[in-house]
């Protein structure tokens, strides 16, 4: 791993990784925006690193390093900001603040729950720094007020999601997965790719069937049948928006994927291999290729946002 992103001991350090969803069933729009989903979730090695420490009451500042960190909002948008910010108000309103650093690893705004990742690892950082008593639960029902996936990326692992995404169940998992991702040059907003989906899918059902193709290959540890299982009903609207995707997506599976994917809203394609040397061979092929900003190799599950020092 790299060196501490600050080795300085009043700093609160945590690690929160990526995730890829490896069946995302998307129902019609709900009138609060959002659209009903029953998803199947995985946490992958991609991390970014969220460390923390004590400002003047009231104040939240941001910084980010890493890559694509000039594509991250530094004001009061940013989602770690959010997140202090809102657990300062719950246990500590006119106490509390929080000079935040981040070093981004997880692409951004690539369907890898980045920014929520960011949020998560803010939480868990902050309630440790202010030396809060916060619960597990406590921290998911916050997370649920700054986006769906902020949950999910408290817990990390392999977990069912319904709802908005935000009930979640853990899945049984057996086995490590050997993963590809490809990573794009540009971004995909997240509503716009929902919005796409309502056009392509008017008659998007209310009720959505559980994902059980994908959790039988989970807990039989089955990579064939997991990499045939994967599911994305977002995948079309993505791909009408990036037409480039289906060819990614396309050539990962002639060069030998057991499966492939758009990771949630995309643009980031993640692509199943059999075993590490699969995974190395796919991932030094698909670099030849040309066709995308960067490759990455990882695997899941992994842990979600945990300290660090
Ligand atoms: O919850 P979050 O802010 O991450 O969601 C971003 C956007 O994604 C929402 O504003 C909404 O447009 C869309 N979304 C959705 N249904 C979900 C989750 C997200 O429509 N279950």
């Given at each position: 791993m790299a060196s501490p992103l600050v080795p300085e001991p009043d700093w609160v350090r945590v690690r929160a990784s990526g995730k890829i969803n490896l069946a995302l069933r998307v129902g019609g729009v709900r009138?609060?925006?959002y659209?009903?989903?029953?998803t199947v979730f995985q946490s992958v090695s991609l991390f970014d690193e969220i460390a923390v420490r004590w400002a003047a009451p009231g104040r939240f500042s941001v910084s980010v390093q890493g890559e694509q960190a000039d594509l991250v909002p530094t004001d009061e948008t940013n989602l770690a900001v959010r997140a202090a910010r809102l657990?300062?108000?719950h246990y500590g309103p006119g106490r509390l603040g929080a000079d935040i650093t981040i070093r981004k690893t997880i692409p951004v705004a690539g369907g890898m729950a980045g920014g929520s990742a960011d949020a998560a690892g803010a939480l868990l950082a902050c309630s440790v720094l202010w030396d809060l008593d916060t619960t597990p639960d406590e921290l998911r029902t916050l997370g649920a007020m700054l986006g769906a996936d902020v949950p999910f990326q408290l817990m990390g692992g392999t977990a069912l999601g319904t709802g908005r995404g935000d009930e979640l169940m853990p899945v049984l998992s057996r086995g490590s997965y050997h993963w590809v991702l490809a990573l794009s040059e540009d971004e995909l907003s997240t509503p716009e790719v929902f919005r796409r989906f309502d056009e392509l899918t008017p008659d998007a059902p209310d009720e959505l069937a559980m994902p059980t193709d994908v959790m039988n290959a989970l807990v039989a540890g089955d990579a064939p049948g997991l990499g045939a299982a994967l599911i994305n009903d977002l995948e079309p609207a993505a791909?009408?928006?990036r037409?480039?995707?289906l060819r990614i997506l396309q050539t990962g599976r002639e060069l030998g994927a057991l499966g492939a994917i758009v990771s949630g809203a995309g643009p980031t394609c993640a692509f199943l291999a059999v075993?590490?040397?699969a995974a190395v061979d796919l991932s030094v092929r698909l670099s030849s290729e040309g066709?995308?900003?960067a490759i990455r190799r990882v695997t899941g599950p992994v842990p979600g946002a945990r300290l660090i020092n």
């Amino acid at each position: 791993m790299a060196s501490p992103l600050v080795p300085e001991p009043d700093w609160v350090r945590v690690r929160a990784s990526g995730k890829i969803n490896l069946a995302l069933r998307v129902g019609g729009v709900r009138p609060s925006g959002y659209h009903p989903l029953a998803t199947v979730f995985q946490s992958v090695s991609l991390f970014d690193e969220i460390a923390v420490r004590w400002a003047a009451p009231g104040r939240f500042s941001v910084s980010v390093q890493g890559e694509q960190a000039d594509l991250v909002p530094t004001d009061e948008t940013n989602l770690a900001v959010r997140a202090a910010r809102l657990l300062a108000e719950h246990y500590g309103p006119g106490r509390l603040g929080a000079d935040i650093t981040i070093r981004k690893t997880i692409p951004v705004a690539g369907g890898m729950a980045g920014g929520s990742a960011d949020a998560a690892g803010a939480l868990l950082a902050c309630s440790v720094l202010w030396d809060l008593d916060t619960t597990p639960d406590e921290l998911r029902t916050l997370g649920a007020m700054l986006g769906a996936d902020v949950p999910f990326q408290l817990m990390g692992g392999t977990a069912l999601g319904t709802g908005r995404g935000d009930e979640l169940m853990p899945v049984l998992s057996r086995g490590s997965y050997h993963w590809v991702l490809a990573l794009s040059e540009d971004e995909l907003s997240t509503p716009e790719v929902f919005r796409r989906f309502d056009e392509l899918t008017p008659d998007a059902p209310d009720e959505l069937a559980m994902p059980t193709d994908v959790m039988n290959a989970l807990v039989a540890g089955d990579a064939p049948g997991l990499g045939a299982a994967l599911i994305n009903d977002l995948e079309p609207a993505a791909a009408t928006l990036r037409p480039g995707l289906l060819r990614i997506l396309q050539t990962g599976r002639e060069l030998g994927a057991l499966g492939a994917i758009v990771s949630g809203a995309g643009p980031t394609c993640a692509f199943l291999a059999v075993n590490e040397a699969a995974a190395v061979d796919l991932s030094v092929r698909l670099s030849s290729e040309g066709m995308c900003r960067a490759i990455r190799r990882v695997t899941g599950p992994v842990p979600g946002a945990r300290l660090i020092n």
